[in-house]
Protein backbone atom coordinates (compact mmCIF):
# COMPACT_ATOMS: atom_id res chain seq x y z
CA UNK A 1 0.00 0.00 0.00
CA UNK A 2 2.35 2.45 1.08
CA UNK A 3 4.08 1.66 -2.48
CA UNK A 4 1.54 2.52 -4.22
CA UNK A 5 1.05 5.73 -2.64
CA UNK A 6 4.96 6.47 -3.04
CA UNK A 7 4.13 5.68 -6.96
CA UNK A 8 0.83 7.67 -7.26
CA UNK A 9 2.16 10.81 -5.25
CA UNK A 10 5.66 10.97 -7.77
CA UNK A 11 3.20 10.42 -10.81
CA UNK A 12 -0.26 13.07 -9.97
CA UNK A 13 0.52 14.63 -6.77
CA UNK A 14 4.06 15.97 -6.32
CA UNK A 15 4.32 15.75 -11.10
CA UNK A 16 8.14 16.46 -11.21
CA UNK A 17 7.35 19.17 -13.64
CA UNK A 18 4.63 20.79 -12.98
CA UNK A 19 4.72 20.68 -9.06
CA UNK A 20 8.89 21.05 -8.65
CA UNK A 21 9.39 22.44 -11.38
CA UNK A 22 12.57 19.91 -12.52
CA UNK A 23 13.26 18.76 -16.22
CA UNK A 24 11.53 21.94 -17.43
CA UNK A 25 14.80 22.20 -20.22
CA UNK A 26 13.37 19.01 -22.07
CA UNK A 27 9.74 19.87 -21.20
CA UNK A 28 9.93 23.17 -22.90
CA UNK A 29 12.98 21.60 -25.62
CA UNK A 30 11.06 18.63 -26.29
CA UNK A 31 7.77 19.23 -26.11
CA UNK A 32 7.10 20.32 -29.96
CA UNK A 33 5.67 16.99 -31.29
CA UNK A 34 4.46 13.66 -29.58
CA UNK A 35 6.28 11.25 -30.63
CA UNK A 36 9.86 12.45 -29.23
CA UNK A 37 8.19 13.72 -26.23
CA UNK A 38 7.36 9.77 -25.54
CA UNK A 39 10.59 8.41 -26.57
CA UNK A 40 12.67 11.32 -24.49
CA UNK A 41 9.73 10.08 -21.61
CA UNK A 42 10.39 6.49 -21.63
CA UNK A 43 14.42 7.46 -21.71
CA UNK A 44 13.73 9.51 -18.47
CA UNK A 45 11.79 7.44 -16.77
CA UNK A 46 14.65 4.27 -17.65
CA UNK A 47 17.49 6.34 -16.06
CA UNK A 48 15.42 7.71 -13.42
CA UNK A 49 14.70 3.92 -12.39
CA UNK A 50 18.28 2.93 -12.78
CA UNK A 51 19.36 6.00 -11.01
CA UNK A 52 17.29 5.82 -7.90
CA UNK A 53 18.66 1.87 -7.38
CA UNK A 54 22.29 3.20 -8.17
CA UNK A 55 22.33 6.51 -5.54
CA UNK A 56 20.81 4.35 -3.07
CA UNK A 57 23.24 1.89 -3.22
CA UNK A 58 25.86 4.34 -2.70
CA UNK A 59 24.38 6.79 -0.29
CA UNK A 60 23.66 3.72 2.04
CA UNK A 61 26.82 1.62 1.03
CA UNK A 62 29.74 4.09 0.40
CA UNK A 63 28.95 7.76 1.50
CA UNK A 64 26.75 6.72 4.71
CA UNK A 65 29.32 3.81 5.73
CA UNK A 66 32.12 6.06 5.15
CA UNK A 67 30.73 8.75 7.16
CA UNK A 68 30.82 11.25 4.03
CA UNK A 69 27.47 12.44 3.13
CA UNK A 70 28.82 16.21 2.41
CA UNK A 71 30.22 13.97 -0.65
CA UNK A 72 26.64 13.93 -2.07
CA UNK A 73 26.17 15.98 -4.76
CA UNK A 74 29.90 15.49 -5.84
CA UNK A 75 29.04 11.62 -5.90
CA UNK A 76 25.89 11.97 -7.46
CA UNK A 77 26.87 14.15 -10.50
CA UNK A 78 29.57 12.07 -11.22
CA UNK A 79 27.57 8.43 -10.59
CA UNK A 80 25.10 10.41 -12.75
CA UNK A 81 27.15 11.10 -15.88
CA UNK A 82 29.28 8.09 -16.18
CA UNK A 83 25.47 6.11 -15.60
CA UNK A 84 24.20 7.73 -18.74
CA UNK A 85 27.48 7.05 -20.32
CA UNK A 86 27.02 3.34 -19.25
CA UNK A 87 23.54 2.96 -20.26
CA UNK A 88 24.14 4.53 -23.69
CA UNK A 89 26.71 2.31 -24.61
CA UNK A 90 24.83 -0.61 -22.90
CA UNK A 91 21.68 -0.02 -25.25
CA UNK A 92 23.79 0.50 -28.17
CA UNK A 93 25.41 -3.26 -28.32
CA UNK A 94 22.17 -5.13 -26.93
CA UNK A 95 18.88 -3.28 -28.26
CA UNK A 96 19.79 -0.67 -31.70
CA UNK A 97 16.20 -0.60 -32.38
CA UNK A 98 15.59 1.12 -29.15
CA UNK A 99 18.28 2.93 -29.43
CA UNK A 100 17.39 4.59 -32.58
CA UNK A 101 14.52 5.97 -30.57
CA UNK A 102 16.15 7.21 -27.68
CA UNK A 103 19.76 7.85 -29.17
CA UNK A 104 19.77 11.54 -29.08
CA UNK A 105 17.95 12.10 -26.02
CA UNK A 106 20.01 9.96 -23.89
CA UNK A 107 23.08 12.54 -23.11
CA UNK A 108 20.54 15.58 -23.02
CA UNK A 109 19.55 13.61 -19.79
CA UNK A 110 22.07 13.78 -17.82
CA UNK A 111 22.06 17.76 -17.67
CA UNK A 112 18.20 17.13 -16.70
CA UNK A 113 18.06 18.14 -13.10
CA UNK A 114 14.76 15.46 -12.54
CA UNK A 115 17.49 13.24 -12.25
CA UNK A 116 19.76 14.70 -9.96
CA UNK A 117 16.46 15.66 -7.71
CA UNK A 118 15.37 11.76 -7.75
CA UNK A 119 18.74 11.15 -6.04
CA UNK A 120 18.72 14.04 -3.74
CA UNK A 121 14.67 13.45 -2.57
CA UNK A 122 15.04 10.00 -2.39
CA UNK A 123 18.12 10.65 -0.13
CA UNK A 124 16.12 13.36 1.53
CA UNK A 125 13.19 11.68 2.67
CA UNK A 126 15.28 8.38 3.67
CA UNK A 127 13.38 6.11 1.93
CA UNK A 128 13.76 2.53 1.56
CA UNK A 129 15.30 0.62 -0.89
CA UNK A 130 12.05 -0.73 -2.86
CA UNK A 131 10.59 2.69 -1.94
CA UNK A 132 13.23 4.52 -3.44
CA UNK A 133 13.11 2.12 -7.12
CA UNK A 134 9.09 3.03 -6.98
CA UNK A 135 9.86 6.31 -6.72
CA UNK A 136 12.51 6.89 -9.34
CA UNK A 137 10.07 5.10 -11.46
CA UNK A 138 6.99 6.86 -10.40
CA UNK A 139 8.67 10.07 -11.32
CA UNK A 140 9.67 9.12 -14.43
CA UNK A 141 5.96 8.30 -15.61
CA UNK A 142 5.03 11.75 -13.87
CA UNK A 143 7.74 13.19 -16.81
CA UNK A 144 6.03 11.43 -19.32
CA UNK A 145 2.88 12.07 -18.76
CA UNK A 146 3.52 15.84 -18.12
CA UNK A 147 5.92 16.16 -21.16
CA UNK A 148 3.22 13.72 -23.30
CA UNK A 149 0.38 16.03 -22.81
CA UNK A 150 1.82 18.91 -23.23
CA UNK A 151 3.52 17.90 -26.88
CA UNK A 152 -0.42 17.63 -27.55
CA UNK A 153 -1.45 21.04 -26.77
CA UNK A 154 1.72 21.87 -28.56
CA UNK A 155 0.82 20.48 -31.48
CA UNK A 156 -2.66 22.61 -31.43
CA UNK A 157 -1.21 25.67 -30.59
CA UNK A 158 1.41 25.43 -34.26
CA UNK A 159 -2.01 25.79 -36.02
CA UNK A 160 -3.21 29.11 -33.60
CA UNK A 161 -2.33 32.65 -34.57
CA UNK A 162 -0.15 33.75 -31.07
CA UNK A 163 0.76 37.60 -30.63
CA UNK A 164 4.18 38.00 -31.59
CA UNK A 165 5.67 38.75 -28.11
CA UNK A 166 4.13 35.70 -26.89
CA UNK A 167 5.46 33.23 -29.18
CA UNK A 168 7.83 30.78 -28.74
CA UNK A 169 8.82 29.88 -24.67
CA UNK A 170 6.09 32.51 -23.08
CA UNK A 171 3.26 30.65 -24.49
CA UNK A 172 4.20 26.99 -23.09
CA UNK A 173 5.19 28.21 -19.99
CA UNK A 174 1.48 29.73 -19.88
CA UNK A 175 0.03 26.59 -21.31
CA UNK A 176 2.23 24.85 -18.73
CA UNK A 177 0.83 27.00 -15.75
CA UNK A 178 -2.92 26.35 -16.84
CA UNK A 179 -1.75 22.17 -17.09
CA UNK A 180 0.07 23.23 -13.40
CA UNK A 181 -3.70 24.51 -12.35
CA UNK A 182 -5.52 21.17 -13.75
CA UNK A 183 -3.11 18.70 -11.81
CA UNK A 184 -3.19 20.31 -8.66
CA UNK A 185 -6.63 19.14 -8.73
CA UNK A 186 -4.94 15.77 -7.72
CA UNK A 187 -3.15 17.41 -4.12
CA UNK A 188 -6.50 15.70 -2.17
CA UNK A 189 -5.45 12.76 -3.32
CA UNK A 190 -2.31 11.44 -0.37
CA UNK A 191 -0.93 13.91 1.49
CA UNK A 192 2.90 12.10 0.95
CA UNK B 1 39.05 39.58 -28.46
CA UNK B 2 40.65 42.68 -27.31
CA UNK B 3 38.26 44.72 -28.52
CA UNK B 4 35.39 43.44 -26.21
CA UNK B 5 34.61 46.09 -23.71
CA UNK B 6 34.50 45.03 -19.93
CA UNK B 7 31.23 47.40 -20.13
CA UNK B 8 29.63 45.65 -22.19
CA UNK B 9 30.33 41.99 -21.62
CA UNK B 10 29.15 42.81 -18.48
CA UNK B 11 25.88 44.94 -19.39
CA UNK B 12 25.18 41.66 -22.30
CA UNK B 13 24.14 39.44 -19.26
CA UNK B 14 21.77 41.71 -17.94
CA UNK B 15 19.45 42.24 -21.00
CA UNK B 16 20.94 41.39 -24.59
CA UNK B 17 21.59 37.79 -23.20
CA UNK B 18 19.54 37.67 -20.05
CA UNK B 19 19.57 34.37 -18.64
CA UNK B 20 16.48 33.90 -18.15
CA UNK B 21 14.61 36.02 -20.25
CA UNK B 22 16.17 35.47 -23.23
CA UNK B 23 18.04 31.82 -23.25
CA UNK B 24 15.77 30.92 -21.53
CA UNK B 25 18.41 28.77 -19.10
CA UNK B 26 18.10 27.64 -15.82
CA UNK B 27 14.26 27.24 -15.18
CA UNK B 28 13.90 24.75 -12.12
CA UNK B 29 15.19 27.48 -9.59
CA UNK B 30 13.86 30.61 -11.66
CA UNK B 31 10.19 29.26 -11.25
CA UNK B 32 10.71 27.02 -7.75
CA UNK B 33 12.08 29.49 -4.91
CA UNK B 34 10.61 32.53 -6.70
CA UNK B 35 8.05 33.14 -4.09
CA UNK B 36 9.80 36.33 -2.33
CA UNK B 37 12.22 38.40 -3.07
CA UNK B 38 14.82 36.99 -0.22
CA UNK B 39 14.24 34.21 -1.80
CA UNK B 40 15.09 34.40 -5.19
CA UNK B 41 17.82 36.88 -3.96
CA UNK B 42 19.28 34.59 -1.95
CA UNK B 43 19.19 31.80 -4.87
CA UNK B 44 20.48 34.35 -7.63
CA UNK B 45 23.24 34.89 -5.27
CA UNK B 46 24.24 31.36 -4.61
CA UNK B 47 23.76 30.79 -8.24
CA UNK B 48 26.47 33.34 -9.20
CA UNK B 49 28.94 32.59 -6.66
CA UNK B 50 29.02 28.83 -7.70
CA UNK B 51 29.04 30.70 -11.33
CA UNK B 52 31.95 32.82 -10.84
CA UNK B 53 34.52 30.75 -9.02
CA UNK B 54 33.43 27.57 -11.86
CA UNK B 55 34.30 29.57 -14.47
CA UNK B 56 36.95 30.94 -13.11
CA UNK B 57 38.53 27.51 -12.51
CA UNK B 58 37.64 26.02 -16.15
CA UNK B 59 39.01 28.87 -17.96
CA UNK B 60 43.02 28.11 -15.53
CA UNK B 61 42.67 24.70 -16.51
CA UNK B 62 41.18 25.03 -19.80
CA UNK B 63 44.51 23.76 -20.74
CA UNK B 64 45.16 20.98 -18.89
CA UNK B 65 42.03 18.92 -19.35
CA UNK B 66 41.66 16.91 -22.27
CA UNK B 67 38.79 17.28 -24.34
CA UNK B 68 37.13 14.73 -24.00
CA UNK B 69 36.76 14.29 -20.43
CA UNK B 70 36.09 17.66 -19.89
CA UNK B 71 32.53 17.61 -19.48
CA UNK B 72 32.64 15.42 -16.24
CA UNK B 73 35.84 17.58 -15.11
CA UNK B 74 33.40 20.75 -14.87
CA UNK B 75 30.62 18.70 -13.50
CA UNK B 76 33.10 17.70 -10.59
CA UNK B 77 34.04 21.69 -9.95
CA UNK B 78 31.03 22.99 -10.69
CA UNK B 79 29.63 20.38 -7.40
CA UNK B 80 32.45 21.23 -5.44
CA UNK B 81 31.42 24.82 -5.14
CA UNK B 82 27.73 23.76 -4.63
CA UNK B 83 28.40 22.05 -1.49
CA UNK B 84 30.53 24.79 -0.21
CA UNK B 85 27.71 26.91 -0.67
CA UNK B 86 25.51 24.52 0.83
CA UNK B 87 27.11 24.46 3.60
CA UNK B 88 27.66 27.99 3.93
CA UNK B 89 24.09 27.92 4.08
CA UNK B 90 23.59 25.42 6.43
CA UNK B 91 25.80 26.81 8.67
CA UNK B 92 24.95 30.67 8.41
CA UNK B 93 21.70 31.41 6.90
CA UNK B 94 19.78 28.48 8.11
CA UNK B 95 15.84 30.03 6.94
CA UNK B 96 17.09 30.77 3.63
CA UNK B 97 18.50 27.13 3.41
CA UNK B 98 15.34 25.85 5.02
CA UNK B 99 13.52 27.60 2.29
CA UNK B 100 15.52 26.95 -0.86
CA UNK B 101 15.93 23.22 0.08
CA UNK B 102 16.78 20.76 -2.53
CA UNK B 103 17.11 23.56 -4.80
CA UNK B 104 20.51 25.11 -3.75
CA UNK B 105 21.84 21.09 -4.54
CA UNK B 106 20.21 21.75 -7.95
CA UNK B 107 22.28 24.78 -9.12
CA UNK B 108 25.22 21.74 -10.04
CA UNK B 109 23.20 20.90 -12.95
CA UNK B 110 22.00 24.67 -13.67
CA UNK B 111 21.96 24.83 -17.36
CA UNK B 112 23.50 28.38 -17.11
CA UNK B 113 26.73 27.44 -15.48
CA UNK B 114 27.55 24.57 -17.59
CA UNK B 115 26.51 27.06 -20.35
CA UNK B 116 28.84 29.53 -19.49
CA UNK B 117 31.82 27.04 -18.79
CA UNK B 118 31.13 26.29 -22.08
CA UNK B 119 30.47 28.57 -24.25
CA UNK B 120 32.15 31.07 -22.75
CA UNK B 121 35.14 30.02 -20.01
CA UNK B 122 36.67 27.46 -22.16
CA UNK B 123 37.78 29.85 -24.78
CA UNK B 124 38.44 33.49 -23.10
CA UNK B 125 40.72 34.51 -20.72
CA UNK B 126 40.42 34.18 -16.87
CA UNK B 127 39.95 38.03 -16.56
CA UNK B 128 36.78 38.21 -19.01
CA UNK B 129 35.49 34.91 -18.05
CA UNK B 130 34.70 36.25 -14.59
CA UNK B 131 33.28 39.43 -15.98
CA UNK B 132 31.03 37.64 -18.31
CA UNK B 133 30.18 35.60 -15.13
CA UNK B 134 29.61 38.41 -12.80
CA UNK B 135 27.22 40.15 -15.52
CA UNK B 136 25.13 36.47 -15.86
CA UNK B 137 25.16 36.29 -12.23
CA UNK B 138 23.46 39.63 -11.85
CA UNK B 139 21.30 39.24 -14.61
CA UNK B 140 19.92 35.83 -13.03
CA UNK B 141 19.58 37.78 -9.50
CA UNK B 142 17.92 40.40 -11.10
CA UNK B 143 15.59 38.41 -13.10
CA UNK B 144 14.55 36.33 -9.84
CA UNK B 145 14.00 39.43 -7.52
CA UNK B 146 11.57 40.68 -10.26
CA UNK B 147 9.47 37.10 -10.22
CA UNK B 148 10.03 36.94 -6.85
CA UNK B 149 8.69 40.46 -6.13
CA UNK B 150 5.40 40.18 -8.72
CA UNK B 151 5.05 36.78 -7.51
CA UNK B 152 5.23 37.86 -3.53
CA UNK B 153 2.93 40.77 -3.80
CA UNK B 154 0.52 39.52 -5.41
CA UNK B 155 0.64 36.20 -3.70
CA UNK B 156 0.55 38.12 -0.26
CA UNK B 157 -1.99 40.97 -1.42
CA UNK B 158 -0.08 44.35 -0.92
CA UNK B 159 1.82 46.02 -3.10
CA UNK B 160 3.41 49.50 -1.59
CA UNK B 161 1.25 49.73 1.39
CA UNK B 162 -2.23 48.82 -0.65
CA UNK B 163 -3.37 45.54 -0.18
CA UNK B 164 -6.05 44.11 -1.61
CA UNK B 165 -7.67 40.12 -1.58
CA UNK B 166 -4.06 38.29 -1.98
CA UNK B 167 -4.18 36.06 -5.23
CA UNK B 168 -2.72 32.78 -3.94
CA UNK B 169 -2.27 30.80 -6.77
CA UNK B 170 0.33 33.35 -7.84
CA UNK B 171 2.66 31.41 -4.70
CA UNK B 172 1.70 28.02 -5.73
CA UNK B 173 3.19 26.31 -8.43
CA UNK B 174 1.16 27.88 -11.68
CA UNK B 175 1.60 31.31 -10.53
CA UNK B 176 5.18 30.47 -11.35
CA UNK B 177 4.66 29.78 -14.62
CA UNK B 178 2.03 32.28 -15.46
CA UNK B 179 3.89 35.16 -14.02
CA UNK B 180 7.29 33.94 -15.70
CA UNK B 181 5.48 33.22 -19.24
CA UNK B 182 3.56 36.57 -19.03
CA UNK B 183 7.20 38.80 -17.96
CA UNK B 184 8.92 36.85 -20.97
CA UNK B 185 6.18 38.31 -23.36
CA UNK B 186 6.13 41.93 -21.72
CA UNK B 187 10.60 41.66 -22.15
CA UNK B 188 9.76 40.68 -25.92
CA UNK B 189 7.23 43.38 -26.33
CA UNK B 190 10.02 46.10 -24.94
CA UNK B 191 12.95 44.45 -26.85
CA UNK B 192 10.79 44.27 -30.03
CA UNK B 193 9.82 48.07 -29.55
CA UNK B 194 13.51 49.25 -29.12
CA UNK B 195 14.69 47.20 -31.99
CA UNK B 196 13.72 46.50 -35.36
CA UNK B 197 15.37 43.50 -35.94
CA UNK B 198 12.99 39.98 -35.32
CA UNK B 199 13.66 38.41 -31.95
CA UNK B 200 12.88 35.04 -31.19
CA UNK B 201 12.97 34.11 -27.66
Redesign the interface.
Known sequence: MTYLIVLISAVLVNNFV????????PF?GVSKKIDSAVSMGIAVTFVMTITSIVTWLINHYILIALGMP?????A???VI??LVQFVEMFIKKTLPALYKTLGIFLPLI????A???VA??QA?REYAFIQSVVFGFGAGVGFTLAIVIMAGIREQLELSDI????????????T???L??AF?GFSGLTSA | MAQKSIVSEFAKGLVRENPVFVQVLGMCPTLAVTTSVANGMGMGLATSFVLIFSTLIASLVKRIVPGEVRIPVYAVVIATFVTIADLFMKAYLPPLSQALGPYVPLIVVNCIIMGRVEAYATRNAPGLSLIDALGMGAGFTLSLMILGAVRGALGSGSLFGLSFTPVLVMILPPGAFLTLGILMAVFNAVKDRNSPVMVKA
Request: hydrophobic share 60%; net charge neutral; proline share 4%.
Open positions: LSYFVGICIFLEYVYIVASTTNCILFLIMPRPFQGAAITLIAGIALM
